[in-house]
């Protein structure tokens, strides 16, 4: 018996280089934004697949949807009880929180497990005093699924820094 996560490509290899260090400037970035609740910054698992189905079939359906190698999915904590999830879209998307990312925001990428996010905001702020900049937000880009980082050996994120 074959198994079918290694015939179904899901998700992209990621390949880092073309995102560490790197600074993007956003003027009016269209994102669709949903939100789940979550347990000192725990969400629960279930709940954060129905909500980025939800937010691909609203996309799909209001021909919004990005081609996967321009496909962004930011997750954002504003506390420990809500995450919010941002996904790049081409257009507004009927019946979704329409939304638009303005400003200059600058990358690293980071590998290994979501308990790992407190050492990659600090060794994220290192790097940025280093350029004298400071975070405003943190957002993060969790490239693969958890089935396929599993194919593909890696759990990359690329952690998105606000900066003014």
Known sequence: MTNQVNEV???PKFDPKGWD???????QRKFIKDSIPQF???PWPPMIGKTITRMWEAAKKSHAEMDKKDFLLLMYDP???KSEFFMSVTRDVEGAENVELTGTFIT???EGPYNDVPKWIKDMDGYLAGKNKKALKYYFYYTTCPACAKKWGKNYVVVFAQVA
């Not at 260090?21 to 003027?27: A, D, F, R, S």
């Open 9 to 11: 490509e899901c998700c």
């Open 21 to 27: 260090g790197k600074t993007y400037v956003w003027k």
């Open 40 to 42: 000192m910054h725990i």
């Open 79 to 81: 506390s420990p009880w």
């Open 108 to 110: 690293k990428v980071y």
